[in-house]
Each structure stands twice: as structure tokens, then as C-alpha cells.
């Protein structure tokens, strides 16, 4: 059950940066969120706070559009959410 409330969550996170709705996922984001996208790119890199993270959705929405894939794991003082992105880039057609 308790995997499930917090998939429900993060897809719902999920659709709000696919919506930039930027402001709505940061209101519910702990203020030391940590947040890490792998990578040596421009998105790339750990960030350690909501204002280097609301940093980071505007790179991304700049860049491109983001898809997901999730799996939730760990007990509720542990859970691990490691998801999947997909970067489309949104560069404009010659």
C-alpha cells in the first residue's frame, strides 16, 4: 500500500514537470530536497535545495521534453524512488 500512495505521487510530480507546473511540485518539495540527474551534460549533476531545483525544471524546459518511468522501493524511512527520463530535445526544425 505504501508503494503504491507513493508512486501515485511521483506520477503525479512526473506530470507536473511535463506540464510545467514548476510551482505546485516545488510547494510540495521538503526544502533540502535532493534531487540528482546522471550524466556529464547540461542537466546533469545533484541539487541540494528547492531553488537549484526550480533551476534545473527551467534548464530542462528549455531543453526538451521529459518522459518517465519509476519504481518505488524501500521501507518508509528509506524509500528509494529511482526513475527513468527520457530527454527529447526541443531544438527548432532548419
Known amino acids: 500500500m505504501y508503494h503504491a500512495i507513493v508512486k501515485r505521487i511521483a506520477k503525479k ?3 507536473r514537470v511535463n506540464q510545467r507546473d514548476f510551482d505546485s511540485l516545488l510547494k510540495d518539495c521538503v526544502p533540502d ?8 551534460h ?11 531545483l526550480r533551476r534545473w525544471l527551467g534548464r530542462l524546459a ?7 518511468q519509476s519504481v518505488v522501493t524501500g521501507c518508509q524511512s528509506s524509500t528509494r524512488f529511482p526513475s527513468r527520463s527520457v530527454i527529447q530535445p526541443n531544438f527548432p526544425k532548419s
Open 13 to 15: 510530480n512526473f506530470e
Open 33 to 40: 530536497v535532493h534531487h540528482r540527474f546522471g550524466g556529464n
Open 42 to 52: 547540461a542537466l546533469g549533476g545533484e541539487r541540494h535545495d528547492r531553488k537549484a
Open 62 to 68: 528549455r531543453t526538451g521534453t521529459d518522459q518517465h
